[in-house]
């Protein structure tokens, strides 16, 4: 045998130096996705004295890169604002705006950030970033994912605990009126997004340098 | 009403165990609604309304039972007096009778088009009468407070015609419900 042979593993370090070297195919988004706002929902429930209820938030921007071929381009990022809550009674929803609860007037949006989703057995994951009045915490966002009828839909659950961010704090901060574990229930519908939005309209731009490759 | 079903004597125990009992909770939601409703937002507040509904939701579950003990029951012949009178105290209890219901279920209606749980002493949780509506819930709740002072407005009657009868007319009237009350002048039990 001729000894000359490069080894295996210097190949595969040579080829991956060659692809991390290569910035279409490390920085490349996924394809990147809006949801349809009359198909999607944002909602959550929770319990109230015994008796289970269900809000929404009506008013949120997503946006998704996601193709499981290209994990490393993919991310969510939504924003909700929070005054688009609606859970269906005027005294708990004002009540929700409070200081106590989601303090509207401080903290008018939630942000959700998942730089990063991964395929576990289940399917894929977001390890994602969830910011309720101004606290951040680190959640696991199982989701999936599917075609339907020429769309990809994403549906996801998750539980968060109201207390994790401060929500329903001081004197409501035990179950005695509101449990503290949150269903949050995603459905996007979701369509391609438009060209002219970010990261197309960063890359357009002439005075974009290659650094600001975008990642959002 | 058939007066074959009048007998002398008095309203018998369980009668008037629902007459006193249904009062004293009555003293009690009253000054508690009216307390309780400009308090500011607080978990005492949720607590207080709590309360105020798991008795008002007593208060109907026990004016359906009297209501049908009161049907097996033979009821005491009234004094003699005026007819107006016997008019007017019949007229009284049709109306003491209806408000017993009218109130709380319009406080239900309220409760329910406001989209709020509604729970009795935190044991079980009933359902609502209608979902959720604005335009409802202000109708509900406009009926339930002038329900409420209706109701009030007929107590205080029904308990002043009861007086009058005792310390000025001076008859059985008032020993008919009460304990321990006898007629006047009589020194016995009616």
């Known amino acids: 045998?001729?000894?000359?042979?490069?080894?295996?593993?210097?190949?595969?370090?040579?080829?991956?130096?060659?692809?991390?070297?290569c910035p279409t195919l490390y920085a490349a988004?996924?394809?990147?996705?809006?949801?349809?706002?009359?198909?999607?929902?944002?909602?959550?429930?929770?319990?109230?004295?015994?008796?289970?209820?269900?809000g929404v938030f009506r008013d949120f921007d997503a946006r998704i890169a996601y193709a499981p071929d290209q994990l490393p381009g993919s991310h969510i990022d939504v924003t909700i604002r929070l005054k688009s809550l609606d859970s269906k009674s005027q005294d708990r929803d004002s009540a929700l705006a409070g200081a106590d609860w989601f303090d509207?007037?401080?903290?008018?949006?939630?942000?959700?950030?998942?730089?990063?989703?991964?395929?576990?057995s289940a399917g894929p994951v977001g390890d994602a970033d969830l910011t309720i009045k101004g606290k951040t915490k680190r959640i696991s966002f199982p989701f999936t994912w599917k075609n339907d009828s020429g769309k990809n839909v994403l549906d996801a659950r998750v539980t968060l605990d109201r207390l994790d961010f401060g929500v329903g704090a001081g004197e409501w901060a035990?179950?005695?009126?509101?449990g503290r574990k949150v269903d949050v229930v995603v459905h996007l519908v979701l369509a391609s997004a438009p060209a002219a939005a970010a990261?197309?309209?960063?890359?357009?731009?002439?005075?974009?340098a290659p650094a600001a490759a975008p990642k959002h | 009403m058939a007066t074959a079903t009048t007998v002398p004597g008095r309203w018998g125990g369980l009668s008037r165990l629902f007459h006193w009992g249904m009062l004293g909770l009555f003293l009690v939601i009253v000054p508690l609604g009216l307390y309780m409703a400009d308090l500011p937002l607080s978990k005492q507040k949720l607590k207080l309304y709590a309360l105020h509904k798991s008795i008002g939701l007593t208060l109907l579950a026990l004016a359906a039972?009297?209501?049908?003990?009161?049907?097996?029951?033979?009821?005491?012949?009234?004094?003699?007096?005026?007819?107006w009178q016997e008019r007017a105290a019949s007229a009284t209890h049709v109306a003491l009778y209806a408000?017993?219901?009218?109130?709380?279920?319009?406080?239900?209606?309220?409760?329910?088009?406001?989209?709020f749980p509604l729970q009795w002493f935190g044991q079980v949780n009933l359902p609502a009468l209608v979902d959720a509506n604005p335009a409802l819930k202000s109708l509900a709740r406009e009926a339930h407070e002038l329900g409420a002072w209706t109701l009030v407005a007929f107590v205080?009657?029904?308990?002043?015609?009861?007086?009058?009868?005792?310390?000025i007319d001076r008859d059985r009237t008032l020993a008919l419900m009460t304990p321990g009350v006898k007629a006047p002048g009589t020194g016995v039990d009616p």
Do not use: C
């Not at chain 1, 045998?1 to 070297?21: C, D, E, I, Q």
């Not at chain 1, 035990?174 to 509101?178: F, G, L, W, Y």
């Open chain 2, 156 to 167: 205080a009657l029904h308990a002043a015609a009861a007086l009058k009868h005792h310390f």
């Open chain 1, 104 to 120: 509207f007037a401080k903290f008018p949006t939630a942000t959700f950030h998942a730089a990063t989703i991964r395929i576990s």
């Open chain 2, 65 to 83: 039972l009297r209501l049908l003990w009161r049907s097996t029951q033979r009821r005491p012949s009234l004094p003699p007096m005026p007819a």
């Open chain 1, 199 to 208: 990261p197309a309209a960063t890359a357009g731009k002439p005075a974009a």
């Open chain 1, 174 to 178: 035990d179950e005695s009126v509101a």
């Open chain 1, 29 to 54: 988004d996924a394809p990147a996705y809006v949801p349809v706002a009359a198909q999607s929902s944002l909602s959550f429930s929770g319990t109230q004295q015994g008796e289970r209820f269900t």
């Open chain 2, 99 to 115: 408000l017993m219901f009218l109130v709380p279920l319009a406080g239900w209606l309220f409760n329910s088009a406001a989209g």
């Open chain 1, 1 to 21: 045998m001729n000894t000359r042979h490069p080894s295996p593993a210097l190949l595969l370090f040579v080829g991956v130096l060659g692809l991390s070297a």
